[in-house]
């Protein structure tokens, strides 16, 4: 089996030009009554990232099928932008999973949604995810993918929180190291909304309103 070299993250906190990103806000209309988001990383710098990313893969399965496997829903933004970017011939599936629901921290528990349509049994395999976190649904993927027998099998991941992580688990492309905060936008939501953002940010919820009662 080849072997591959990780590639190496870029972290938030400087861009390509060495400058601090720029936290905007987005349009205030794309938000809930008392919701807020900050952009964290910009979408010139995801696409630019993914373009290099797409190169180090090509470059590492250079001229073999490759098969992408999108983790759903948030992954379908990378997947398709990834995808095009990779020359040569590109195939993907779907998976889904369920870890979130409407909340803003993982349940830690995982289950399986949606199935693969297709045997991925003697495939190069690309496992593209939104964000690596806990690294639960990624160990319970890897698991579940291994035992069906892929020729190779390597993560993509967008974004990676590593101070979030409680399983020994690592991906061999990531785009962007991110703080502990929790990000919508470029397919990640909150609630299924702030998906369609074109950039990542920050999302601030309203603070809960206390009763005072004499």
Known sequence: MKKVKKIVQKTVKDDSSGHA????????????????VRILISRTRIRHRIQ?????????????PLHLVGVLKGAVFFLADLAREIPGEVSFDFIAVSSYGKNTHSSGQVRL???LDSSIEGKIVIVVEDI???????????????QRKPKALRVAVLL???SRRITPVRADYTGFEIPNAFVVGYGLDYAERYRNLLDVGILTLPEPQVSVTE
């Open 21 to 36: 990103p720029v936290h905007h806000s987005v349009d205030s209309s794309v938000h809930h009554p008392g919701e807020s």
């Open 52 to 64: 290099e990313i797409a190169h180090q893969i090509r470059k590492d399965f250079a001229s073999e």
């Open 113 to 115: 949604t949606r199935d």
């Open 132 to 146: 690596l976190d806990t690294g639960m649904t990624l160990q319970y993927l890897l698991r579940v993918f291994q």
């Open 160 to 162: 990676d929180k590593p």
